[in-house]
Protein backbone atom coordinates (compact mmCIF):
# COMPACT_ATOMS: atom_id res chain seq x y z
CA UNK A 1 0.00 0.00 0.00
CA UNK A 2 1.26 3.54 -0.77
CA UNK A 3 -0.16 6.43 0.10
CA UNK A 4 0.23 10.24 -0.91
CA UNK A 5 -1.01 12.94 1.11
CA UNK A 6 -2.07 16.47 -0.66
CA UNK A 7 -3.32 20.07 0.07
CA UNK A 8 -0.88 21.29 2.37
CA UNK A 9 -0.25 25.03 2.35
CA UNK A 10 -0.18 28.39 3.82
CA UNK A 11 -3.25 29.76 5.57
CA UNK A 12 -4.37 32.50 7.81
CA UNK A 13 -6.05 32.07 11.00
CA UNK A 14 -9.67 31.19 10.61
CA UNK A 15 -8.91 29.82 7.15
CA UNK A 16 -9.75 26.44 5.50
CA UNK A 17 -7.86 24.00 3.98
CA UNK A 18 -8.71 20.12 2.14
CA UNK A 19 -6.20 17.41 2.95
CA UNK A 20 -6.52 14.39 0.38
CA UNK A 21 -4.89 10.98 1.36
CA UNK A 22 -4.55 8.48 -1.57
CA UNK A 23 -4.01 4.97 -2.02
CA UNK A 24 -2.67 2.71 -4.33
CA UNK A 25 -1.47 -1.08 -4.72
CA UNK A 26 -3.74 -2.84 -2.70
CA UNK A 27 -7.32 -1.22 -2.18
CA UNK A 28 -7.24 1.01 1.32
CA UNK A 29 -11.14 0.50 1.30
CA UNK A 30 -11.65 -2.19 3.95
CA UNK A 31 -8.61 -0.49 6.26
CA UNK A 32 -9.29 1.98 8.81
CA UNK A 33 -7.34 5.31 7.34
CA UNK A 34 -5.91 7.85 10.11
CA UNK A 35 -4.67 10.85 10.12
CA UNK A 36 -1.98 12.67 12.33
CA UNK A 37 0.72 15.54 12.37
CA UNK A 38 4.04 16.38 14.08
CA UNK A 39 5.73 19.70 14.60
CA UNK A 40 9.07 20.58 15.36
CA UNK A 41 10.35 19.09 18.86
CA UNK A 42 6.91 17.51 19.11
CA UNK A 43 5.77 13.51 18.86
CA UNK A 44 3.37 12.44 16.44
CA UNK A 45 -0.49 13.55 17.35
CA UNK A 46 -3.59 11.76 16.44
CA UNK A 47 -5.87 13.97 14.82
CA UNK A 48 -8.61 12.13 13.48
CA UNK A 49 -9.25 8.36 11.89
CA UNK A 50 -12.72 6.55 10.05
CA UNK A 51 -13.47 3.33 9.79
CA UNK A 52 -13.47 1.32 6.89
CA UNK A 53 -17.45 1.77 6.54
CA UNK A 54 -17.10 5.54 6.93
CA UNK A 55 -19.61 5.41 9.61
CA UNK A 56 -17.39 5.91 12.53
CA UNK A 57 -15.06 8.49 13.06
CA UNK A 58 -12.88 9.90 15.70
CA UNK A 59 -11.42 13.08 16.97
CA UNK A 60 -8.74 14.56 19.19
CA UNK A 61 -10.65 16.73 21.28
CA UNK A 62 -8.39 19.93 19.97
CA UNK A 63 -10.17 19.52 16.60
CA UNK A 64 -13.87 18.36 17.10
CA UNK A 65 -15.88 20.65 15.57
CA UNK A 66 -13.64 21.98 12.97
CA UNK A 67 -11.81 19.54 11.31
CA UNK A 68 -13.91 16.49 9.30
CA UNK A 69 -12.58 13.07 8.28
CA UNK A 70 -14.01 11.53 4.99
CA UNK A 71 -13.60 8.61 2.64
CA UNK A 72 -14.33 7.81 -0.67
CA UNK A 73 -14.18 3.97 -1.41
CA UNK A 74 -14.91 4.44 -5.10
CA UNK A 75 -11.98 6.64 -5.19
CA UNK A 76 -9.42 4.83 -2.62
CA UNK A 77 -8.98 8.33 -1.06
CA UNK A 78 -9.55 9.56 2.22
CA UNK A 79 -10.09 13.27 3.05
CA UNK A 80 -9.17 15.68 6.26
CA UNK A 81 -11.56 18.90 5.92
CA UNK A 82 -9.71 21.66 8.44
CA UNK A 83 -11.75 24.57 9.07
CA UNK A 84 -11.15 27.58 11.45
CA UNK A 85 -7.74 27.09 11.31
CA UNK A 86 -5.69 27.93 14.47
CA UNK A 87 -2.02 29.13 14.42
CA UNK A 88 -1.45 25.77 16.84
CA UNK A 89 -2.72 23.63 13.59
CA UNK A 90 0.54 24.29 12.14
CA UNK A 91 2.43 21.25 11.53
CA UNK A 92 3.21 18.34 8.74
CA UNK A 93 0.03 15.97 8.49
CA UNK A 94 0.33 12.00 7.43
CA UNK A 95 -2.06 9.70 6.33
CA UNK A 96 -1.85 6.37 7.41
CA UNK A 97 -3.56 3.23 7.32
CA UNK A 98 -4.29 0.27 9.88
CA UNK A 99 -4.91 -2.87 7.57
CA UNK A 100 -6.50 -4.97 11.07
CA UNK A 101 -10.23 -4.99 11.34
CA UNK A 102 -10.08 -3.28 14.52
CA UNK A 103 -11.90 -0.26 16.06
CA UNK A 104 -10.16 2.82 14.71
CA UNK A 105 -7.00 3.90 17.32
CA UNK A 106 -5.37 6.93 18.16
CA UNK A 107 -2.06 5.77 18.10
CA UNK A 108 0.62 5.55 15.54
CA UNK A 109 1.57 2.27 16.48
CA UNK A 110 -1.66 1.00 15.55
CA UNK A 111 -1.29 1.98 11.79
CA UNK A 112 1.47 -0.01 9.57
CA UNK A 113 1.18 2.52 6.59
CA UNK A 114 2.51 5.80 6.00
CA UNK A 115 2.10 8.82 3.02
CA UNK A 116 4.91 11.40 3.04
CA UNK A 117 3.24 14.21 4.58
CA UNK A 118 2.16 17.27 3.63
CA UNK A 119 2.93 21.00 5.37
CA UNK A 120 -0.15 22.77 6.88
CA UNK A 121 1.13 26.33 7.93
CA UNK A 122 -1.46 29.15 9.59
CA UNK A 123 -0.22 32.38 10.16
CA UNK A 124 -1.63 34.34 12.79
Known amino acids: VQLQASGGGLVQAGGSLRLSCAGS????????MGWFRQSPGKEREFVAAIAWSGYSTYYHDSVKGRFEISRDNAKNRVYLQMNSLKPEDTAVYYCAADPTPTQPMPIPSAYEYWGQGTQVTVSS
Open 25 to 32: GPSINIYT
